[in-house]
């Protein structure tokens, strides 16, 4: 997956969350308070989310899904964001 690809898929993803639908952040770690919140609007490649008790917060919308995700979930669907979004970590011969 490239870039392109990824920024063309979580447009495409995110264009369908509706208002107030429960997402989950696939980067956010357990104790993360912004893994779990609901959508409010996207802004730029942006998506703002909330707590529903009035806290606010933006994240990028490659890492947003729909629904509360387990933890084994989250780290199946960040391994390839990971390796677009971080090339660098990984060796030449695993990018392919």
Known sequence: MTRTELNKTSKKRVSAIGFGT??????????NPSR?????RVIGNDVEH??????????????????????EECEELFAPV?????????NKSDTK
């Open 22 to 31: 429960p997402i989950t952040n696939i980067c956010a770690g357990k104790g």
């Open 36 to 40: 779990y919140s609901y959508f409010v």
């Open 50 to 71: 909330t707590d529903k008790r009035g806290k606010f917060g933006r994240t990028k919308m490659d890492v947003i899904y729909v629904g509360w995700l387990s933890t």
């Open 82 to 90: 990971h390796r677009v979004l971080f090339p660098e970590s990984y």
